[in-house]
């Protein structure tokens, strides 16, 4: 069912749904408690419950008051690499709408706002240049006018975009001089935002962004090698190692600097956000079991591990060997404890299977497929949303991602055990959809994005009242955006937005979300509430 985007069209369309079906019947269909309800009375006071986005899916003006060239400006002009030839380069025009995507947060009631800064807005040409003064401004701007509505800025330095000089000086990430830009960034930010910002990420997701541009090659600098791809240069089985690693330790290095010189005084807190999907074992047996273990060690621990305990899983070491490179015994010292918080984006959950005692071969028709199962860049896993020709969950509109509520609660209870109650923010969690462009959006798909939210948060309440010291929720996105190598093709957002005018519209889900924010129903709608 499509509907346009005027609010006269949305509005009838709901009342329609409501003569013809019941909220439970709407949210509640499925297994894997669907059905269950949440309010946001279960969740501590004080508990953040924001929106989330980033700066080159949103923002556009990629070329305006002195914002240099990012890898991912460069990346998109490539022809064949985005559908239907996307880009940043407009993207939700947020630049220039910020003010009144901000009141729509404010009307949903949100009280957290997650969003990251454009290296390339603020530092064109990082240690090579000066500071842009516009870039600050702009930034200035939204921080100050989220507070003014109750909304607390929650802000990270690095999401996936850099500018495109440190790429063509000496490779960005596989490069330790990243490092000291990355350092002299956080510090700028430090400086201009840091009175008024009190939770800072340091990156976004380093582990995921790792494995698309240097092992997978789907992400710039395209990098990557047989079997996972056929890259024009690139080492699948070395890089994504040596970029997490330079990762890490800027990570580190910006945080020893904010402890030492601005954390007492502007009384924030900073950690950094991982990938964090969960997996559950192929079958009973007991290899199986070990490689759901092994594949949790391989994609999150291989990030927090060194954050907490200062170096990188036992299991990592073991099957890697050599090719996994080794902190120093100082920088030991200087990553661990380096988070005040773990930051989790968290979409769905896999099947593994064991390929270190059988040889895996996964076939094409399997979007999760990457023929380097084998391997030990991999841990020897096969990953799959299928078992015995049935999904492990409803599929979302993203090839390969599923809706399995559980694994929230259990990769939260897995980070809380192992790094022993740190607090926890989930940073992102969202229902993609895939929806055709220019008449609407899809109102068949957003109910699924209501039942997928429900279930998810009743499941992260669960793991709260298990002990888990669990801080914030950020649904991705507050609205539809250039979602990286799917171009506009895949919608996260609460709003809609027009492609051609660019106009945002409410979709059901956002007035879902404003209502369970003051612990309301869908059957408390009124036919002409507004967002």
Request: glycine share 8%.
């Amino acid at each position: 069912m499509k509907i346009g985007t005027t609010k006269n069209s949305y509005f009838i369309c709901f009342l329609l749904l409501l003569q013809n079906v019941t909220a439970k019947n709407i949210i509640g269909q499925g297994g894997n408690n669907l059905e269950e309800e949440v309010k946001r009375s279960e969740f501590p006071d004080g508990f953040l419950f924001g929106t989330s986005t980033s700066a080159y899916q949103i923002e556009g003006a990629y070329i305006e008051d002195g914002r240099s060239l990012s890898n991912w400006d460069v990346y998109c002009r490539i022809n064949g690499r985005i559908p239907n030839g996307g880009s940043g380069d407009i993207a939700d025009d947020h630049y220039h709408r910020y003010l009144e995507d901000i009141d729509r947060m404010a009307s949903l009631g949100v009280n957290a706002y997650r969003f990251s800064i454009s290296w390339s807005r603020i530092l064109p040409r990082g240690r090579f240049g000066a500071v842009n003064p516009a870039g600050i401004r702009f930034y200035n701007n939204i921080i100050v006018n989220l507070l003014l509505k109750g909304i607390t800025p929650f802000v990270t330095i690095h999401h996936d975009d850099y500018p495109q000089e440190f790429e063509d000086r000496y490779g960005a990430w596989l490069s330790p001089l990243m490092q000291e830009e990355f350092v002299h960034f956080a510090e700028t930010c430090f400086k201009s935002f840091g009175d008024r910002v009190k939770y800072w990420s340091t990156m976004n997701e380093p582990n995921l962004f790792a494995e698309m541009a240097y092992l997978k090659g789907v992400f710039p600098p395209s990098h990557c090698s047989p079997p996972f791809g056929k890259c024009s240069s690139g080492n699948s089985d070395v890089e994504p190692l040596l970029a997490v690693h330079n990762s890490i330790l800027a990570h580190a290095k910006a945080v020893k600097l904010y402890r030492r010189q601005f954390q007492a005084k502007q009384g924030g807190m900073i950690g950094m956000v991982a990938s964090a999907y969960m997996y559950k074992p192929m079958t009973d047996d007991e290899a199986d079991t070990k490689a759901s273990t092994r594949a949790l060690a391989f994609h999150v621990a291989w990030l927090l591990d060194p954050l907490v305990y200062g170096d990188y899983p036992i299991e990592m070491r073991e099957y890697h060997g050599k090719k996994l490179p080794k902190f120093s015994s100082e920088e030991k010292r200087l990553i661990k404890n380096s988070t005040d918080f773990i930051g989790l984006n968290h979409y769905t959950t896999w099947f593994v299977k064991d390929c270190l005692h059988s040889n895996c071969t996964c076939t094409d028709t399997d979007v999760l497929c990457t023929h380097g199962e084998n391997r030990a860049i991999g841990g020897f896993l096969l990953i799959t949303g299928q078992k015995d020709g049935a999904s492990i969950g409803d599929p979302m509109g993203m090839p390969g991602v599923y809706v399995v509520p559980q694994g929230m609660e259990e990769i939260v209870d897995y980070v809380n055990k192992r790094y022993n109650n740190t607090p926890i923010f989930v940073t992102e969690n969202g229902y993609a959809s895939n929806e055709n462009q220019g008449g609407g959006y899809d109102l068949d798909q957003d109910m699924k994005r209501i039942k997928y939210h429900k279930a998810y948060l009743a499941s992260l309440a669960r793991s709260i009242r298990n002990g888990a010291d669990v801080r914030g929720y950020f649904i991705w996105s507050l609205m539809d955006n250039f979602e990286w190598r799917f171009g506009y093709t895949i919608k996260f957002g609460l709003y809609y937005v027009d492609p051609l005018t660019l106009d945002r519209s409410p979709k059901l889900s956002a007035q879902w979300y404003k209502n369970f924010l003051t612990n309301s129903s869908l059957n408390d709608i009124q036919a002409k509430s507004s967002i």
